[in-house]
């Protein structure tokens, strides 16, 4: 297992609301990503924290939004959420931003009703 | 969008076979990547080949890279019961921004006692 925690683990919200996931990265790491995976596809990448700034972003809306703390936790927040938002959000955080090995959290998985 | 995809999308062997598992992508890569995933719960890193690599060894795996066919492919000797798990290819491409990695859909393989 790796050291990435992630929370909720499961959460159920209607349209409309707002949501905030929370990842802890592995002792010693200083940059987190997170994924979106729906289900039966792969992880769409969503952005990149490094050293408390955004340092990449996929193609999501702005109403996707993250932080990144002193500590390097992060936090993912989804406004406005859509049906299409159900998803498993997956957190991984690396030893700096260039794109080697991921450790990755369990995930949070969303469903919007 | 998704640079890997994934062939085929779903394996089904008996324990002792051998189980391989292909990539493509589409843009020049920094490296390639391959993750497990057990059913709905995070992603685990396998083994990183970088672009000027052919082929690379981990225990029971072995991974082969094509960089001329845009191609990658993971095979597993001697399977067990516990590798059956989706398995991922992951793209870091040398015009990613920031901390990407792209994802192919997978191939879910199952492996039979």
């Known amino acids: 297992e790796t050291g990435v925690t992630q929370s909720p683990t499961h959460l159920i919200k209607t349209r409309g609301q707002q949501v905030t996931l929370r990842c802890s990265s592995q002792?010693?790491?200083?940059?987190v990503s997170w994924y979106q995976q729906a289900l039966g596809q792969g992880p769409q990448f969503i952005f990149q924290?490094?050293?408390?700034?955004?340092?990449g972003r996929g193609n999501f809306p702005p109403r996707f939004s993250g932080l990144q703390f002193p500590n390097y936790s992060s936090e993912l927040n989804v406004n406005a959420l859509e049906l299409d938002d159900s998803a498993l959000y997956l957190c991984?955080?690396?030893?700096?931003?260039?794109?080697?090995?991921?450790?990755f959290g369990e995930g949070s998985r969303l469903t919007v009703l | 969008s998704q640079q890997g995809e994934e062939d085929p999308q779903a394996l089904s062997i008996q324990e002792g076979e051998n189980a391989t598992m292909n990539c493509s992508y589409k843009?020049?890569?920094?490296?390639l990547q391959w993750y497990r995933q057990n059913s709905g719960r995070g992603l685990v890193h396998l083994i990183l080949?970088?672009?000027?690599?052919r082929e690379k060894h981990s225990g029971r795996l072995r991974v082969t890279l094509d960089t001329s066919k845009k191609s990658s492919s993971l095979l597993i000797t001697a399977s067990r019961a516990a590798d059956t798990a989706s398995y991922f290819c992951?793209?870091?491409?040398?015009?990613?921004?920031?901390?990407?990695?792209?994802f192919g859909q997978g191939t879910e393989l199952s492996v039979k006692p």
């Open positions: 080949i970088r672009s000027n690599e």
């Open positions: 002792s010693g790491h200083n940059t």
């Open positions: 991984a955080s690396s030893d700096g931003p260039a794109t080697g090995e991921l450790f």
């Open positions: 924290y490094y050293r408390e700034e955004e340092n």
């Open positions: 992951a793209t870091d491409g040398i015009y990613n921004q920031g901390g990407k990695l792209i």
């Open positions: 843009t020049s890569i920094n490296n």
